[in-house]
């Protein structure tokens, strides 16, 4: 896993336990859920929701196909999971009938600006069926990765700024990035077109949502 995806570990996300019982409420009912999850990371979480019998869609940097469905081959569900070229945070290219259940966004969407991060999120709604669910991890401004942030003074719809030297060091992030706080994180699906069902900042500082489609 890569230094950004160790701040939230995949086995207790709460985020990401939350889209598994959700998933375990519509495959009760619907008997068949479909599930993007991006980027793919260990694909343990898309495990997860195979082993709960979902349709699996993983996500990620063509370069890293191969990797990522040996990963596939190794996780003992094949024939539920399935590689999609993607440049994550943005969604693969499907086609307009594709349509998903729940759709869990990871991480990687701080890496973009406030406006280019609106445009993400409206493409990964209209991936959703109508009642859909998506769910969104971002690093928190009031985390410990915002220490000595050069944007953290900044408008969220103008804060696109490098971390603090250690931080960048730590975690492994040179680039600039936009980090939330939980109310900006409302703002960003608000304004996106999303219905926010809820939103949480973790014990360690970072931001979670949940929106769904309507």
Known sequence: MDTQGEAWSEEQDAIQQLALEECVKRQRIEHEVRVLVLPAGRCRLAGRFAQL???VSVADAPALRQEIEN???ASG???AIRFLPAQPPSPPEEGDEVRYDIIVLRHGLCHLPYAQAKLVIRQLMKKLRIGGKLYLSILGLHSEVGEGYAGREQSLYERFAPLAPAMADKYGIAEQVCLYSERDIFLLLL?????????LTTTWGNVKAVAVRV
Not at 191 to 199: D, F, K, M
Request: net charge positive; proline share 0%; glycine share 16%.
């Open 53 to 55: 019998g979902a349709q």
């Open 191 to 199: 304004e996106s077109g999303a219905s926010v069902l809820r939103t």
């Open 71 to 73: 990963r596939i081959l």
């Open 77 to 79: 569900h094949s024939g």
